[in-house]
């Protein structure tokens, strides 16, 4: 039986369930790929551009929040996802508005929520299950319950512009002739289109630092935490957009995985030289790169115009950046990374930043934590 493992941490550590493998080749699709190289590079002026936005999520008995897994926003209000598996609404500002769903089996409940997605067109938010193995519809202004849809299992999913949904599995979608695949393509009401990334390796006791989706300008990508390439999904399936390489730093070989790191990757992989896991996200600008190596964070950053990059351990980019209590980059909203500063963080260690100082000052402890918006000028 196939397991994964979960950690709960705090800077840059937050991770979820599942890790995911697989190789992507087509012969019609094979092409050279970019690298985005990643230099060992601190820089004050890098830092002294940062732009930040902050929202400080209003705190009740009706919405405690411990961290944030997931987030998407519309144009005045933003949906969360907790680890506590709770799906929550809060307006643009930070107001808490409603839980959208309980933790439950009635109709309508969620068990494990992992992706959310906003229909506008059809005025509905879809929550992803990976629980229950459903997407569950909202209406997206009154947050009544629509429908649930039954899926096979999955890991994760994302939405294609036109409704299309790309879906990762955590262990493999196999077909009626026993084919294994990571990666499957349906329509907007889960209808099979087809298969892609055959699958090669399937580690146990996996764990990963961040989502395996993101999207970018209606495009969606992947990033398996421990295959340095990130893969462009389309309609004619994926193919190899760019791979990353750190400096001073190494992923491990597919060789090395599958002797050393099939049984339990977990345990290997921590106990190895090579990067546990990884995550990346992008904006039209940047990319931003968080990943472990035996436990201890980093956070870098790609200018995609000049090439240029800094890195940095997670503990001095907070004492660099004064955003004492910040996380992993968890999605981005616009030109904007989305990260986290944890309130009880915030208030222990204090902060030179103007406006999160304001900020700490009306906080009790145990407070909501802080959504932060930024930005490189």
């Known amino acids: 039986m196939k397991r994964n493992i979960v950690i709960m941490g705090s800077v840059f550590m937050a991770v979820s369930l599942i890790l995911l493998m697989g190789s992507c080749y087509s012969q019609k699709r094979e092409r050279k790929q970019n690298v985005v190289h990643f230099a060992d590079v601190q820089s004050d002026e890098w830092l002294s551009r940062i732009q930040c936005k902050f929202i400080p999520l209003e705190t009740n008995d009706s919405c405690l929040i411990a961290y944030i897994n997931e987030a998407v926003f519309t144009s005045s209000r933003i949906f969360i996802i907790d680890t506590q598996n709770r799906v929550y609404e809060f307006d643009i500002s930070g107001k808490f508005i ?6 439950g089996d009635a109709p ?5 929520p992992k992706s959310l997605h906003v229909d506008e067109e059809k005025q509905e938010l879809i929550v992803a299950d990976i629980g229950k193995a ?7 202004n009154t947050l009544a319950y629509k429908q649930g849809r039954q899926m096979d299992y999955f890991g994760e999913c994302a939405w294609f512009p036109d409704g299309d949904i790309v879906w990762v599995s955590g262990e493999s979608f196999e077909t009626p002739k026993r084919e294994k695949y990571r990666v499957k393509f ?13 699958v090669s390796y399937e580690p146990q006791y ?8 993101y999207t970018l300008n209606g495009n969606v990508y992947l990033n398996l935490p421990f295959t340095p390439t990130i893969y462009k999904m389309d309609e004619d399936g994926c193919e190899e957009s760019y791979t990353i390489s750190v400096e001073g730093h190494t992923f491990a070989p597919m060789d090395w995985l599958k002797a050393n790191a099939e049984e339990n990757y977990y345990r290997a992989i921590t106990k190895s030289d090579y990067i546990n896991t ?3 996200k992008e904006t039209d600008h940047f990319i931003s790169l968080v990943f472990l190596e035996r436990g201890k964070p980093y956070v870098g950053f790609y200018n995609k115009e000049t090439e240029e990059s800094i890195l940095y351990e997670g503990v001095d980019f907070m004492e660099k950046t004064s955003l004492e209590g910040i996380g992993k980059v968890i999605t981005t909203h616009g030109y904007y990374f989305l990260s986290v500063i944890e309130s009880d963080a915030l208030l222990e260690q204090g902060t030179s930043n103007k406006e999160l100082r304001e900020i700490a000052s009306e906080l009790e402890p145990e407070s909501n934590p802080i959504l932060c918006l930024f930005k490189f000028e």
């Open 98 to 103: 409603a839980q959208v769903c309980e933790v």
């Open 108 to 112: 309508g409940d969620c068990s494990i």
């Open 134 to 140: 459903k997407l569950l519809y909202f209406d997206l």
């Open 186 to 198: 349906t329509d907007s009401e889960g209808n099979l289109k087809k298969y892609d990334m055959p």
């Open 206 to 213: 996996t764990f990963s630092s961040g989502t395996y989706f």
């Open 278 to 280: 990884f995550n990346v």
